[in-house]
């Protein structure tokens, strides 16, 4: 999906009153919920690999995509000052603009490299980006989702529903465009739909998406607590608690 997934911060049971703390913490679980674009096991490869041979074939557009996204992957993930960070952001960007000076209408490369700058902070970039990768046909549910968050972050939540709901039609096989469309009906007071969201988003997580599953008890517990089922309000953010410990 774009998203790689980010380490995220482990998740307690969260419930307040309060609406302007609750949008917050919503909109965080957002920021968690990027895909990147799954790689290519023919592909898979190591960093070191990948920038030796991109100086020995500088015109390879693949090369250049494929080195930015280790890039991305091995080093500015796990980066380990902002600083750093930056400045390999920086580097994946230059190696995909040469992989697009290359080939113009490489979706992927559009798509990886909106979320670099989405990484940096530049939303407005990052959206273009992925709006790009969309015109060119993109066929992975992770841009549309990706463009989803961005519209999400700024409050535009038709537009933002409507980019997850087409992640979901281009593959309704992963929890987190379900999971964004249950925060925004959450946010919208809506806890019906929003619990109805949470339970499809579950039915999808696999055990590999334990923070994703923490997202959602956690969400779940909130939604019952506002609903004033204290039963269900317990039992969710004991699950949410059992697996933020266990993680």
Known sequence: M???????????????????????????????????????????????????????????????????????????????????????????????????????????AFAERGLAYYGKGDKQRAEADYKRAIELKSGYWEVFNNLGVVYGERNDFEEAMKYFQLAVKRDYRFPEPYKNMGDIFLLRGDYDKAIEKYFEALQYATTTDSDVRVELYTHLSICYERKGDGVNYQKYAALAGQRSVGK
């Open 2 to 108: 774009v998203n790689r997934k980010n380490s995220r911060n482990k998740l307690r049971p969260l419930v307040s009153p309060n609406k302007f703390f609750l949008a917050t913490i919503l909109l965080l679980s957002l920021l968690g919920s990027l895909k990147t674009i799954a790689r290519n096991t023919v592909w898979a490869s190591e960093y070191l690999l990948y920038s030796t041979d991109v100086q020995n074939a500088p015109n390879s557009a693949r090369l250049h995509y494929w080195y930015a996204d280790e890039v991305m992957k091995a080093k500015a993930n796990t980066a380990r000052t902002t600083e750093e960070k930056l400045k390999l952001l920086d580097l994946a960007i230059g190696e995909f603009d040469k992989s697009l000076e290359i080939y113009p209408d490489f979706a992927d």
